[in-house]
């Protein structure tokens, strides 16, 4: 029998009842392992701010059983977690079936202001989606991907948050030994293109109609239910995935491995393996160890996005209409809108990194005149951009910018045309400067200091590098006079020109 009354002695409070609406889609959509608890798991980080913003209290988070469902090592309140099925194109290959092979779903809150939120593990053990992997994460790429999406979070994109770091005390074998980690991830959803892609491939037409659904009325409820609902959700996903991506390339970053598996429906960035920002501007840039082709390159990004947003227009052309050539044009219509939604963001943006509060024609021409001369000679690009802002008080030939260039007469060059440009829009000044401090950061997550956070966490257990640069990059607008290196590009012997993949 119950005795409500009897005092707890532990430090357990009530850990949150979470919500499983991805649970009422088929069976066939998921599986439920069950947990695969951990030998000694200790709480090296939570994201305090993103727990109350979830509406979730930190203090229980810390508890012991907090930690311990943060681990995977107890089941939290609510229906058993899952691992969601999915398929996925990688490198261009199709894989009819991947899955969340080290992932499972706790569950989903509805933050305070309503919004469903997913609460994830990454790094929690085998599911049968792990096609003899460990299903266990190494804490390298799970600091990485900390840093990196809470990096994006404060520069205003989307992605997926990170809650929380838990190592297992475990060891995960990769080339050598390395400290387990688990990852507790946030996303408005975890479902991609590659989910349904799995349904597709499977022929499972009422499979994609219901996931349609879902997708609707989680993430684009304006839809509505009518007839043309399908069309509309694809046009939805292909206008998010175009903004999204046009705010990636506005600040430098390069995401890595875009197969259709690591690309959401709701238009967050998902998945930091091999991702990185631009130091020297190279428009054909890569870091992935395994993209031996560019096909990730930072300026193929947007061709890529629509290969794969025209993978998912396949799956969803038998609902768009019963005729299939029907079909196929209006689907290859809603795709030919890429361009539009995403010149629309990346247009304005390029505007507002160089201080142009009002319209002409050539503004955009302008923009693209400075992107051609950082590729001649390579000038670090987020210094480049910021320095604007300085140049603006600057005499022509004296400003910070020019010497970032191999030939600072070609910056001059362009200087004169801008500044004229920028004399045809008087006053405005302090607008202008905020507009250009906001559209261009100072502090990016640089590889050699995401690097360098790893190797202090990894190979000393010493987690301030990471705190401190987590730290920085939360506010990554602002002058912050106290941490000025850390806006530096790296020295040639700290460069990382390679980055791998998460696994
Ligand atoms: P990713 O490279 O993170 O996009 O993962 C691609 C696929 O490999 C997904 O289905 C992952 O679940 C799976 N995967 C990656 N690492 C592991 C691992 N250590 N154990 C099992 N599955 C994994
Ligand atoms: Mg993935």
Not at 3 to 10: M, N, S, V
Not at 325 to 345: K, N, P
């Amino acid at each position: 029998m119950d005795t409500p009354t009897q005092t707890r002695t532990t430090d357990a409070p009530a850990l949150p009842r979470f919500e499983m609406s991805y649970a009422e889609l088929p069976a066939r959509f998921h599986a439920k392992p069950g947990l695969s608890p951990v030998l000694g798991p200790r709480l090296v980080k939570l994201n305090e701010p993103l727990a109350r913003a979830l509406g979730l209290d930190p203090a229980v988070l810390a508890s012991r059983e907090g930690i311990k469902m943060l681990a995977g090592s107890r089941p939290p309140n609510g229906a058993p977690p899952i691992a969601q099925a999915y398929a996925g194109h990688q490198f261009g290959n199709f894989v009819p079936q991947l899955g969340d092979g080290r992932a499972l779903l706790l569950g989903e809150v509805v933050d305070p202001q309503g919004r469903r939120r997913d609460i994830q593990l990454k790094g929690s053990g085998p599911t049968p989606f792990s096609r003899g992997g460990d299903g266990r994460a190494a804490l390298g790429p799970v600091l990485r991907e900390y840093i990196l999406s809470e990096a994006m979070a404060a520069l205003g994109i989307p992605t997926t948050r990170s809650l929380a770091v838990v190592t297992t005390g475990e060891k995960v074998y990769r080339d050598w030994p390395l400290p387990g980690a688990i990852l507790t991830r946030v996303a408005a959803s975890h479902i991609r293109v590659g989910t349904f892609q799995y349904l597709a491939a499977r022929g499972d037409t009422d499979g994609i109609r219901a996931l349609a659904d879902h997708v609707i009325g989680r993430h684009y409820p304006a839809i509505g239910e009518g007839a043309g609902r399908h069309l509309a959700l694809l046009e939805a996903v292909i206008a998010a995935q175009a903004r999204l991506i046009a705010s990636w390339m506005l600040v430098g970053f390069i995401h890595g491995v875009m197969n259709t598996d690591n690309m959401t429906v709701s238009g967050e960035t998902i998945d930091y393996g091999p991702c990185a920002f631009l130091d020297e501007f190279a428009a054909d840039k890569v870091f992935s160890s395994i993209d031996r082709a560019g096909r990730y390159a930072y300026s193929n990004q947007p061709h890529v996005a629509v290969w794969n947003l025209a993978r998912l227009a396949e799956t969803l052309l038998p609902l768009i209409a019963d005729d299939q050539d029907a079909a196929i044009a209006m689907a290859e219509t809603v795709l030919r809108g890429f361009q539009g939604h995403y010149e629309a963001v990346f247009h304005a943006g390029l505007r507002r990194k160089i201080g142009l509060l009002l319209q002409e024609d050539h503004d955009v021409q302008l923009a693209s005149d400075l992107f051609a001369l950082m590729a001649e000679s390579g000038p670090d690009f987020t210094l480049t951009f910021r320095g604007l802002v300085d140049e603006l008080d600057a005499p022509l030939g004296e400003g910070p910018v020019r010497t970032l260039f191999a030939t600072p007469a070609a910056f001059d060059a362009w200087s004169v045309k801008w500044r004229d440009r920028l004399s045809r829009e008087p006053g405005r000044d302090a607008e202008r400067r905020e507009t250009m401090r906001r559209a261009n950061p100072r502090y990016i997550a640089r590889n050699h200091r995401v690097e360098e956070a790893i190797r202090a966490a990894e190979d000393r257990s010493d987690f301030a590098p990471f705190e401190k640069l987590v730290d920085v990059l939360q506010r990554p607008f602002d002058d912050q006079p106290d941490n000025d290196a850390y806006a530096l590009p790296p020295q040639p012997d700290e460069r990382v020109t390679k980055t791998f993949c998460g696994t």
